[in-house]
Structure formats: C-alpha cells, structure tokens
C-alpha cells in the first residue's frame, strides 16, 4: 500500500533537513564573525549553540527511521561512539540503544526523539532565543568600527578636502 505523493513528500522532508543543517551552521558562523557571542549576547550564543546541537540529533535520530540496512548500520555505528565518553558512555548507550545493539526498542525510541521530544526542546530554544533577540536589541551586525578607524577616515577626509 503506497502512500500519493509519498515519496515527494518524504524526499522533500529529507532535503529541508539538510539545507536545515546548513542554514542553522551558516548562520551560527555569521554570529561568530560579527561578534555576537560577546555581552551582552552571550547567554543568546548558548541557546544558539544548544539549538545547533537540537538540529544535529534532529538529522541523526531521523537518519534511522526509514528502518533500512544503511540507517541501520548507520545509526550502530554512531551509536557505538557512546561506550567512548568518560564516566556515563555505556549507560547513555543502553539508554539510546534500549538494549545491548540497535533493534526494535532504538526504533521507537529514535521515532519519539524525533516527532516529540527534539521538536519540543527546539520550540522551547527558540521561544527565547527569539525573546532574548528582542531583548538584546534586535539582530546584531558587524561589529562597529574602533576608535583608530574612525580617526583615520576623518584625517582623510580633512586631508582630502584641503587638496
């Protein structure tokens, strides 16, 4: 039983998340380059950098779901980085696993990361991000020129003007 236009639909969904993974990286590099992570933005820069890491489990927990032998093998061997983290590594990977190996209960538990709890959170973070945006002045653009820029372009100017 196929689904109408099931394929579009789901081939659409895939590519919005990639140019996601782009636009979200992109922007955090414009961030960067202009400086916006000072203060009084810096609290702004780490629910930034937290929706940029929403954003990437978003694409990881997803690339699992069509439930074939790539996302499969995939997703076992991203999983399998886990057990490699200090301290908690193997039980952040049974709790992520559900189990000793990827399986039916990863399924389902990549399926709720995915529909319920990771679009929760981004919700959540971009309510105050945005909030925080308002609250900080609007969106922040390069950074204003120093002190010695603004002197040598009026000598210019003056020296300019003399000749």
Excluded: C
């Excluded at 099931?6 to 400086?35: D, K």
């Excluded at 069509?66 to 991203?78: E, K, L, N, R």
């Excluded at 945005?130 to 390069?142: E, L, T």
């Amino acid at each position: 039983s196929a689904v109408s236009f099931g394929n579009l639909v789901r081939n659409m969904h895939r590519w919005a998340a990639h140019l996601m993974v782009v636009s979200v990286t992109l922007h955090m590099i414009r961030v960067f380059y202009h400086g916006a992570y000072k203060p009084p933005r810096e609290f702004n820069w780490v629910v930034g950098v937290l929706l940029f890491f929403v954003t990437l489990f978003l694409s990881f927990t997803g690339y699992l779901l069509p439930w074939d032998q790539i996302a499969i093998w995939a997703i076992t061997v991203g999983t399998n980085l886990a057990p490699y983290t200090p301290l908690l590594g193997d039980t952040v990977y049974k709790i992520m696993v559900g189990g000793s190996a990827v399986g039916q209960a990863t399924l389902i538990r990549f399926y709720v990361g995915h529909v319920i709890l990771l679009p929760l959170a981004a919700a959540l973070l971009m309510a105050v991000h945005f909030w925080r945006i308002r609250k900080d002045g609007g969106a922040a653009g390069p950074p204003p020129p120093s002190r010695r820029d603004v002197e040598a372009r009026a000598e210019r100017a003056v020296t300019g003007a003399v000749r």
